[in-house]
């Protein structure tokens, strides 16, 4: 479905909808689950109760926009992918902009509470964090053994401090940093803005900016500490990406790594969610 042209996909819905009708299993409802994912009216009722769908309309209309994160080494700087067809799905190639952004690398912090040596993700500058609410840059370091989750306060340079509260206990696992490379970003197509992490089935890149996150499990979006107020998605970080020991990181079991943010406060909040 993927690889369907856009303008092809109602010839695509119909014919799957014509063959539930008659009763036949032929992987019809796979087809109409990817198509929901991308054009929901073409599915009619087969869409209604997706869990996915319910939070569509959120994806489209927040106020952040979704850009992917392209890499300057392809898909296949991840050393082990699961499928072949990884590196040729859209959205490892989606037309992107010429600015190019540290990725990986070490970090520039420590983490209180295992004492390690934090991992840099993204540096962002201020003309992007601009339209993140902050127009001064950022540097998202993490923790490489704990995300329980972790909070950080960024000065005006957006270098990271660890941030009360400080969780010393929780799922630990021990992470070097990734190989440093760069990626430029790429404005995400209504097609793409709402990614399913299940579907996707590690063949989609599910790294991106801002949006409405994949979630593996139910919605954890944190609040500002102190307050009532909600967060809202600055990353979403995939697994297996190669670290400098020519293996994979992996989020827990191979998860998804999430960054939340506060441009009032310029607090960000990290945590991972994995099966």
């Given amino acids: 479905v993927s690889f369907v042209a856009y303008g092809d996909l109602p010839l695509v819905a119909r014919k799957a909808l014509e063959v539930l009708d008659q009763g036949k299993q032929s992987g019809a409802e796979d ?5 929901a994912l991308q054009r929901p009216e073409l599915a009619g009722e087969w869409a209604s109760g997706m869990p996915d769908l319910d939070n569509r309309q959120n994806a489209l209309e927040r106020g952040w926009p979704t850009l992917h994160l392209i890499f300057e080494k392809g898909a296949m700087a991840q050393p082990f992918p699961r499928f072949g067809m990884r590196d040729r799905h859209p959205t490892w190639r989606l037309p992107s902009e010429p600015q190019r952004y540290r990725f990986g690398g070490a970090g520039c912090s420590q983490c209180p509470s295992c004492d390690q040596a934090a991992i840099h993700l993204l540096t962002l500058d201020g003309e992007i964090m601009g339209r993140f609410g902050a127009r001064t840059p950022i540097v998202l370091d ?15 340079n957006g270098i990271p401090t660890r941030i009360e509260p400080i969780d010393e206990e929780g799922f630990r696992c021990s992470n070097v940093p990734l190989v440093e ?12 803005r709402l990614q399913s992490w299940a579907s996707s089935n590690s063949r989609q890149n599910l ?18 500490p102190g307050t009532t107020r909600k967060m809202k998605l600055l990353l979403q970080l995939d697994s297996e990406f190669e670290n400098v020991e020519g293996n994979p990181l992996l989020w827990g079991s191979g998860g998804l790594l999430y960054v939340f943010w506060d441009p009032d406060t310029r607090t960000s909040c990290h945590f991972g969610q994995w099966t």
Avoid: K, M
């Fill in 207 to 224: 790294s991106r900016l801002g949006g409405f996150p994949s979630w593996i499990q139910a919605d954890q979006t944190p609040r500002v």
């Fill in 181 to 192: 490379q760069t990626v430029r970003l790429a404005e995400t197509p209504a097609r793409w």
């Fill in 31 to 35: 087809v109409l689950n990817h198509i």
């Fill in 142 to 156: 993490t923790c490489p053994t704990c995300w329980s989750p972790c909070y950080y306060h960024h000065d005006d």
